[in-house]
T-cell receptor
Framework: GAVVSQHPSRVICKSGTSVKIECRSL??????MFWYRQFPKKSLMLMAT?????????EQGVEKDKFLINHASLTLSTLTVTSAHPEDSSFYIC????????????FGSGTQLSVL | AQRVTQPEKLLSVFKGAPVELKCNYS??????LFWYVQYSRQRLQLLLR??SRESIKGFTADLNKGETSFHLKKPFAQEEDSAMYYC?????????????FGEGTQLTVNP
């Protein structure tokens, strides 16, 4: 089946630094990828829709300058958390739309970000 | 705005017992509903979607538009069913895009 690789699985950084998370579709092309954020024991919250070759579409309340998304190829989307602060600490999950008619969503294994 | 509610955060049953995980939604249009499952230390994966009308691993879910519900049911729970289950809603009937998730229900099936 289709596989989505997310890297790194865990990252610890200092406050004020930037962190980049990669999401790759390994055996299929994904023109559309999604980035979610999940707080402990809470639901996944959609942050943005990443479209290959165009600007990402952000959900209401998500700062686009804070969470930079780049989808430069059909197999890679990146999320960069800029000038990270402790409140950005969270579990970030990506997913990619695939399948014969782009009807299936495949998830990465997530990235635990801890900002000190 | 759309919303998905899973009233039970935790659900515990014994092996062989019936199980029902509740999901209610609010959406003004015609939604597509999904159930996703996350087994221990594994990534989230699709369990079933309402338009497929199929049974996966013995689970079924029927969309009830009158009650705005999409409860997940299995007549005889197995220990390997223990996992986190998320109900999700998509605005589009043609793709699983832009999902709104419920908060999830942790199902434990005891021996």
């Amino acid at each position: 089946g289709a596989v989505v690789s997310q890297h790194p699985s865990r990252v610890i950084c200092k406050s004020g630094t930037s962190v980049k998370i990669e999401c790759r579709s390994l055996d299929f092309q994904a023109t559309t990828m999604f980035w979610y954020r999940q707080f402990p024991k809470k639901s996944l919250m959609l942050m943005a829709t990443s479209n290959e070759g165009s600007k990402a579409t952000y959900e209401q309340g998500v700062e686009k300058d804070k969470f930079l998304i780049n989808h430069a190829s059909l197999t890679l989307s990146t999320l960069t958390v800029t000038s990270a602060h402790p409140e950005d600490s969270s579990f970030y999950i990506c997913s990619a739309l695939g399948g014969q008619t782009n009807e299936k969503l495949f998830f990465g294994s997530g990235t635990q970000l801890s900002v000190l | 705005a759309q919303r998905v509610t899973q009233p039970e955060k935790l659900l515990s049953v014994f092996k062989g017992a019936p199980v029902e995980l509740k999901c209610n939604y609010s959406y003004s249009g015609s939604p597509e509903l999904f159930w996703y499952v996350q087994y221990s230390r594994q990534r989230l994966q699709l369990l079933l979607r309402h338009i497929s009308r199929e049974s996966i691993k013995g689970f079924t879910a029927d969309l009830n538009k009158g009650e705005t519900s999409f409860h997940l049911k299995k007549p005889f729970a197995q220990e390997e069913d223990s996992a986190m289950y998320y109900c999700a809603l998509s605005e589009s009937e043609t793709s699983g895009s832009r999902l709104t998730f419920g908060e999830g229900t942790q199902l434990t099936v005891n021996p």
